[in-house]
């Protein structure tokens, strides 16, 4: 893969890089005489081709792509449900872990207010460490009221995954 871009009409963008090899600046010149075959992949509107393209020239990095090459990724909102007490979390990173990922999404700020938001609707832990019952007492998250306490054994087992259900639907 050379290049990676995005069209509302494919074929005007080919056609402009086809004409008088003399209208063309030096580095498209060089571009269309690499040029070996033609992909495309139809998406459903504007804002799923610019995510695509985004995550096609991260992951090929083709040579005459110069903008979209940073490492950053989408922001997913990942709920763990592997987990005996599931968490909300944000992420640029969708693995195959067997947690359940959300988006992606193109602005990192408003994933974060939505995760604020879903968090006061439902107060789900935000713990990273491990669950144990030998902990003495509960964590800030709880006395703030935004968690309850699944740790200490404040919320049974499945109250707590009615709520993962809720957040889930939402």
Same mark, same amino acid.
């Given at each position: 893969?050379?290049?990676?871009?995005?069209?509302?009409?494919?074929?005007?963008?080919?056609?402009?890089?086809?004409?008088?090899?003399?209208? %063309?600046?030096?580095?498209?010149?060089?571009?269309?005489?690499?040029?070996?075959?033609?992909?495309?992949?139809?998406?459903?509107?504007?804002?799923?081709?610019?995510?695509?393209?985004?995550?096609?020239?991260?992951?090929?990095?083709?040579?005459?792509?110069?903008?979209?090459?940073?490492?950053? $990724?989408?922001?997913?909102?990942?709920?763990?449900?592997?987990?005996?007490?599931?968490?909300?979390?944000?992420?640029?990173?969708?693995?195959?872990?067997?947690?359940?990922?959300?988006?992606?999404?193109?602005?990192?700020?408003?994933?974060? $207010?939505?995760?604020?938001? %879903?968090?006061?609707?439902?107060?789900?832990?935000?713990?990273?460490?491990?669950?144990?019952?030998? $902990?003495?007492?509960?964590? %800030?998250?709880?006395?703030?009221?935004?968690? %309850?306490?699944?740790?200490?054994?404040?919320?049974?087992?499945?109250?707590?995954?009615?709520?993962?259900?809720?957040?889930?639907?939402?």
């Amino acid at each position: 893969m050379i290049y990676i871009g995005k069209a509302k009409k494919l074929s005007h963008r080919v056609r402009s890089y086809f004409q008088k090899k003399e209208t %063309l600046d030096t580095k498209t010149r060089a571009l269309v005489g690499s040029i070996d075959s033609i992909d495309y992949i139809a998406t459903r509107n504007e804002l799923e081709a610019l995510i695509l393209e985004c995550n096609l020239i991260k992951e090929h990095r083709p040579k005459y792509n110069i903008k979209l090459k940073d490492d950053k $990724r989408y922001p997913y909102i990942k709920l763990t449900v592997h987990e005996k007490f599931p968490r909300l979390l944000v992420t640029r990173n969708a693995e195959h872990d067997g947690s359940e990922y959300f988006g992606p999404y193109s602005d990192v700020k408003a994933v974060r $207010r939505t995760l604020r938001f %879903l968090r006061t609707l439902f107060p789900l832990r935000k713990c990273k460490g491990r669950l144990s019952s030998g $902990r003495n007492r509960e964590c %800030l998250n709880f006395h703030i009221k935004q968690c %309850l306490g699944p740790c200490q054994g404040h919320i049974g087992e499945g109250e707590y995954w009615e709520m993962v259900r809720n957040a889930r639907l939402f």
